[in-house]
C-alpha cells in the first residue's frame, strides 16, 4: 500500500515539475510564445528551482542554442553529436559542459528579452538553485523522513529523465511531417506518454514553429497547451504565436 501510494506521488511530482518547465522555461521563457503573471511565474520558478535545480537562463540560452544549431557541433544536447545515452540520461551535464564552454558572456547574448531580467537573473546564480534545492529537500524530510530524500531525489531524476527523454527520443525515433530534425510518435502508448509529458514529445510540430504555444499542429491533442489556455481564462496568462523571424534570441 505504501509502495503505491508513494509511486502515484513520485509520478505526481514528475508531472508537476515537468508541467512547469514545459509552460513557464520552455513556452514563457525560452520562446515567448505565452506571457504569464509576474508573481505566478516567480512562484512557479522556485518551485522548480527546489525541485530540480534548475538555473533558468541557462535553460533558456541552451534550448535556444539548441534551436539556432540543431544537430550541429553547437547544439548542446544532440543525439547525433553526442550520443543517445548520453543525451538521454546526462542531458544536465552536456548544458552543464555548454555553459562552462560558452560562459557568461553566451549566455546573456541568448537572453535577449527575457522577461523580469533582474529576477531571473538572480535566479540562474548556482548557490540560489543550491539554497531552493537544500531548502526543498528539507521540507521532505522533515514531512517524510528519510524515506523523503528517496522520494525527492527519484522526482529529481524523473524530471531529468524526461528532459532527456525529450532530447534524445524525440529527435531519432517518430515521424517528421515537417522537414526538420524533431519527431513525433503515432499510436496509442506514445499518444499516453505526449499526455504526461505536456505536448513536449511533439517535437516536430515543435521546430516547426517554435513561435506557437501550442505544439499540437497536426489537431493532436497538447494538454500543456490546454492549461496555458486555463490560465488565460484565469487572467493569469496571455498566448501569442511568435513568428521564427521575431523570436527573441532568434531561435528557429
Request: hydrophobic share 45%; with cysteine.
Given at each position: 500500500?505504501?509502495?503505491l ?25 525560452s ?17 522548480l ?56 558572456q ?9 522577461p523580469?531580467?533582474r ?11 543550491l539554497a ?14 528519510w524515506?523523503g530524500?528517496v522520494?525527492?531525489?527519484l ?9 532527456g527523454?525529450?532530447n ?19 499510436g496509442?502508448?506514445?499518444y499516453?506518454?505526449n499526455?504526461w ?10 521546430h ?7 505544439f499540437?499542429?497536426?489537431g ?11 490560465l ?16 527573441a534570441?532568434?531561435?528557429?
Open positions: 500500500m505504501y509502495l501510494v508513494g509511486a502515484g506521488l513520485l509520478v505526481l511530482l514528475v508531472m508537476t515539475d515537468v508541467l512547469v518547465s514545459s509552460i513557464v522555461y520552455h513556452r514563457y521563457l520562446h515567448r510564445s505565452v506571457d504569464l503573471n509576474r508573481w505566478l511565474a516567480r512562484g512557479l520558478t522556485l518551485f528551482q527546489g525541485m530540480a535545480f534548475a538555473p533558468p537562463l541557462t535553460f533558456v540560452a541552451s534550448h535556444r542554442a539548441h534551436h539556432m544549431h540543431t544537430d550541429s557541433s553547437e547544439d548542446p544536447h544532440s543525439p547525433l553529436m553526442h550520443g543517445f545515452w548520453r543525451v538521454l540520461l546526462l542531458t544536465p551535464l552536456l548544458v552543464t559542459q555548454w555553459r562552462r564552454r560558452k560562459g557568461r553566451a549566455v546573456t547574448r541568448l537572453c535577449r528579452a527575457i523580469d531580467e529576477f531571473y537573473t538572480a535566479c540562474d546564480r548556482s548557490w540560489v538553485c531552493m534545492s537544500c531548502g526543498c529537500a528539507a521540507v521532505f524530510f522533515v514531512i517524510f523522513g524515506s530524500l522520494l525527492y531525489a522526482q529529481l531524476w524523473g524530471n531529468y529523465f524526461v528532459g527523454w525529450v534524445a527520443v524525440a529527435h531519432t525515433c517518430g515521424n517528421r511531417p515537417h522537414d526538420n530534425s524533431g519527431v513525433n510518435r503515432r496509442p502508448i506514445p499516453v506518454v499526455l509529458m505536456w505536448g513536449e514529445w511533439l517535437h516536430n510540430h515543435h516547426h514553429r517554435p513561435g506557437s504555444p501550442n499540437g499542429l497536426g493532436e491533442l497538447d494538454t500543456g497547451y490546454v492549461v496555458c489556455r486555463a488565460a481564462v484565469l487572467g493569469l496568462a496571455s498566448l501569442r504565436d511568435v513568428p521564427s523571424s521575431l523570436e534570441g532568434g531561435t528557429t
